[in-house]
């Protein structure tokens, strides 16, 4: 179940409230599609954005919409007691796992997230997701901080940020990951631009950010190299660079959001207040980067 492609959506908003058929029509889609599951409340999904009971709904849509396709929630916040109560709700929407995040505003020790996940793994009856995303929690780990996580109860992956694009020097990193932590602990990749080379390098899956809303050359990438066809993914990853550049200029979020509201798949401004998405100019260059990929009309 932590292996292969994990597609994160976005939660569109219109006036300041969850769009409903937004979301559930993303989450369909990607059922639709085959991958192997969908992460709601990522941080592509605005989870610290929203409200207890909006997260609470989000939940339940995803699991009722996704059909058979296998639902992780995420479940970040600041206080240890609102993620339980996340956790609490995630279970009993019928997630499959959940993702949590240790967010910081006061910086966390090492010995403050280890106890996080701790009481995580203490009441979840769920397998427990770690995501080490520190451009947005502002935490860091460190190699030795994953040993330590993955020695819990109930922790069955890692979403480790993106690896280097050397491809030496990504199954260097991967390997070095792969020594600390338990072999049924799988390990999965983030930050697009360089998922190819992570997966290649001996990543179990892909935590991805396009997927959720062009799930098509995500798969295509996750396939080939999955099926040893490591040439044919990193060739894919090649042949996207145009978009990965937006995506470092501009941030993944604005990007899939601008990507989902040409689309028709989501309302216009679609991000939560203060995120402002993309203006003219730049939805312009995105729509030719697209079209230039043959990326529109994914439905």
């Known amino acids: 179940m932590f292996t292969g492609l994990s597609a994160f959506p976005l939660t569109p908003l219109a006036d300041d409230a969850v769009d409903e058929t937004a979301f559930t029509g993303l989450v369909q889609q990607l059922a639709a599609a085959q991958v192997d599951s969908i992460t709601a409340l990522g941080s592509t999904g605005s ?5 207890t009971e909006e997260r609470r709904r989000v939940a339940r849509l995803a699991v009722e919409h996704a059909g058979t396709t296998p639902v992780f929630v995420g479940i970040g ?8 109560t996340h956790l609490e709700h995630a279970q009993q929407a019928g997630a499959s796992a959940v993702l949590l995040a240790p967010m910081s505003y006061q910086p966390l020790t090492d010995d403050d997230v280890v106890g996080l996940f701790g009481a995580v793994a203490t009441h979840s009856s769920v397998p427990v997701i770690v995501y080490d995303n520190p451009g947005t929690t502002h935490v860091t780990f460190s190699t030795e901080l994953y040993g330590r996580i993955a020695e819990l109860p109930r922790i069955a992956s890692i979403k480790v940020p993106g690896v280097p694009a050397d491809p030496q020097a990504a199954r260097a990193r991967v390997s070095a990951i792969r020594a600390v932590v338990p072999e049924h602990v799988s390990i999965g990749v983030s930050g697009d631009a360089t998922a190819a080379t992570g997966l290649v390098a001996g990543c179990d899956g892909w935590y991805s950010v396009l997927a959720g809303t062009l799930p098509a050359p995500a798969l295509r990438i996750t396939r080939a190299a999955r099926e040893g066809r490591a040439a044919e993914a990193t060739a894919e990853s090649e042949r996207l660079a145009p978009l990965w550049r937006l995506f470092a200029e501009h941030g993944s979020l604005r990007v899939v959001a601008a ?3 040409q689309e028709g798949l989501a309302p216009g401004a679609c991000l939560p207040l203060p995120l402002r998405g993309l203006d003219d100019e730049q939805r312009a260059r995105l729509a030719r980067v697209l079209g230039d990929l043959g990326l529109t009309r994914q439905r």
């Open 77 to 84: 916040a600041l206080r240890t007691s609102q993620v339980l």
């Open 259 to 261: 990507i989902a509201e």
């Open 47 to 51: 989870y610290a954005y929203l409200s």
